[in-house]
Each structure stands twice: as C-alpha cells, then as structure tokens.
C-alpha cells in the first residue's frame, strides 16, 4: 500500500530512530499508521481505530514499553471521552495484515472537522526486544471526525454553476483530471471552484486499486469546497451497496489490501473467503466505511435537475427522492434492513433505461418521472458511453464514460449553468 494523502483515513509512515548505524547496517524497520473513518451520531459509543503495520519484508516487534496513542488536534466543539493518550503492545509480523488499537470515543456535541494524531513506539527487528535491533518511531495519522451531523439533504435550491462527473472505479489519476478539466481543482488539488457545486454520480469502488485514496480525496475536496463556498456531493452507485452488500466479485488484488483492518466484532457470512474477510467486515453495514457510505444518498436534485447513478424510474420517483435515500442510509449505517431500492432492476442504481438503447418509450417514462420529480432533466452514470451523450431532447445526460483505467476512456465532465449544459472534455 502506498502512503497516502487524504483527510477521511489518513496514513503516513515516518520513522525517527536512534543510535548511529555502521555502512554495512541494515536499515531500521519501519511502520505505518492510520485511522479509520469516525462517523458517530451525538452522544453515540463509538471506537476510534488506530491501525499499525510494518512496511518492507522483514519481521517487526512492537514492545509493550513505550507504545502509545496520542490525539494532537480535534475539531472545534469536539469533546471524546477516553482519547487522551493510551498505551498499545502488539507483535506484527510482515505477512500480517495489521495490528489495531480501540479507543472508546463518545461526544456529546456534534462536531465535524480534522482529527490527527501520533503513534509512538519501539519497533525491534524479528522477535527479540534487543536495545541493539530497536528503533524509536513516532508514525503520525490524520482523518475526520463527523459526529453528530444531519443526513444529506434530498433537494436543494438552484446554484449558480454545477459540474457532474460519473464512474471513476478506482482511478484517482482519472477523477483528478476530470476535477482540473472541470477547473475547480488546480495541480496541487486544491479547491479553486468558488461556489461550483460537483456532483459525482457513484460507483468510485471496484475495478481498480486508488479506493481508499478516492474516498480520502472526496472526502478533503469536501471540506475544502465548503471552506470555499462550494459544495461537492458523492452519490452511491451499484458498487457501493454491493460492498455493503458483501457482494465482492469486481474488487481488486489493491482492493482487498486497501482495507487490510483486523477482524472485528462485525458478522461474515458463514463460508466467507478468508481472504476477503477484511474487507467484507470493513464495508458491512453499521461498519466504518459503511457509515461513511451513509453520509451519502442515491440521488439528489439541485434546481431543476436529478443525478442518480442508474436512473430513477416513474414508480420510484413517486417515492420521491427521500423516500428511497433514507431506507437505504438507514441500512448502511446498520439501522435497517436492506431496502428494496438496491435490490429493484429497475431501481435508482441498477436502472439503464436512460442509458441504454433509450427508445419512445423509454423517453416517455423519463418525462413522467421527471414530472413527478419536478425536475427538467436527469444526469445518469451507471453505462458507459463513448464521451458524454444525451437523449430525449436533453432530458437526459450520460456521464459514464469510462474514465477508469479498466475501460480506458478519456476523462470527462458537464457543467450546468442556468439552463445550458455544456460538455467539458
């Protein structure tokens, strides 16, 4: 796994050793640290789990001595109980995948915002605790407190610029491009956007190895849109709620080592792979990443326009757009059985009636669910096109076009403005 850089699970492997070393030396074995997503409700029980694993081929001890995990800066109006500063003993082995330490969190004031810390600790090559074969390391990691925030919003008012962008599978090279080509990120993936909103109409899983990392960047684009003005929206698509779902079959070799965290209290299916344990567990619903995946819905309207990552069809629009977002939150965030919208072929991320061989009839019932909605069009991921496409009159745009290095396309975008939608490639 590659160092990364994001704010939802962000890990960083630095090393401070002591001693000096001869030539010929070997050098000291080195780890890295993480965290992973804290998405809590107010005054909820939650654990904050800090994750530890060496890096290189070789064997690493870390002592009981010495060990311990300290929290550096919270968010504003943060208060978590027990965080303080706790010792961790643990031994990790190279062929391990990673070795963890709970600190109970609880707050009771919802708070939202950046969360870093250190791990500090004697890393010993093989198994012996020899003050020759050790080394001191303070390992750092960043990530997001969310506690306490309200749902996503369904609908809101018209704004003054939008840019859609659909699949990205595990490509973040891709979703950069498209996020500079859109011209609300600059080189250094800072928010230059204003007050552009960007939605991402689902599907940023399977198919390639950059998924954490893709969460992570969304995740600090977020942040870094509200600071500025903006606003960024992450829809789920099909390949969210398959994670959710335990449904696996499209996920990468990179995939499973992305989400290497131990085995937890959370349920696996009887005759589950072993080697897909890990991230099984890591996507379950009521799960870290799976809250993180509850802080999303399936569609959203902005002024006079719905994204969906398949399509929402007449019977479900009327449901209306809470009507199925928040079953399925609910669901994600272990509160609920799954709901009837991830399941339906014809549901809001399944649906290809709008991008696939859409005929008369197929308009026609886009124009009904439009009218249900209110809406004059639908923006739709899910099929992937040759460039950005659209049909019945503009009442529907295609923006799959398989930008992920799995189909090999070029990336792209639309912006909307007022009534104009333009391509942007």
Known sequence: MNTR????????????CTGLQTADAKPPPTAEAWITPLVLDTGEAGVLEVSVRSLGEHSIEVTQRGAAVRLRKLPKGCKLAGVKGQSLGFRLAHDAEAAVVHLPIRSATPCTGPIS???????????????????????????????????????????????????VHGDLGALRKALVLAGVVDANDAWIGGDTWVVQTGDQTDR???????????????????????????????????????????????????FPEPPSDTPVADGANPDQVARTRAFAPGSAWARVLATRNLAVKVGDTVFVHGGVSPEWAKIGLEGFNAPTRAWLAGKAEAPDAIKDPEGPVWNRTYSQDTDATGCSQLEDALEA??????????????????????????????????????????EIVGDEVRILK
């Not at 850089?5 to 401070?16: E, H, K, P, Y």
């Not at 080394?135 to 996503?152: C, D, H, M, N, Y």
């Not at 977020?222 to 696996?248: C, F, K, P, W, Y």
Request: net charge negative; glycine share 16%.
């Open 208 to 258: 390639g190895d950059d998924e954490r990392e893709i969460f992570e960047y969304l995740e600090r684009l977020r942040l870094g849109a509200l600071a500025g003005g903006g606003r960024v929206i992450v829809l789920n698509g099909n390949h969210e709620t398959m994670q959710a779902s335990g449904d696996l079959r499209y996920v990468t070799p990179g995939g499973f080592d992305d």
């Open 5 to 16: 850089v994001g704010i939802l699970s962000f890990l960083v492997a630095a090393t401070v």
């Open 117 to 167: 810390g250190t791990v500090a600790l004697r890393v010993c090559e093989g198994n012996r605790a020899d003050v020759g074969s050790c080394s001191k390391q303070t390992l750092a990691f960043e990530g997001v407190a969310r506690i306490g925030e309200p749902p996503p919003a369904s609908s809101h008012p018209a704004v003054r610029r939008i840019v859609a962008l659909g699949d």
């Open 373 to 414: 909605l209110g809406a004059k069009r639908m923006v739709v991921g899910h099929t992937v096109q040759e460039g950005v496409t659209q049909a019945c009159g503009g009442q529907v745009w295609r923006v799959d076009v398989g930008m992920a290095a799995h189909y090999g396309g070029e990336p792209s975008a639309i």
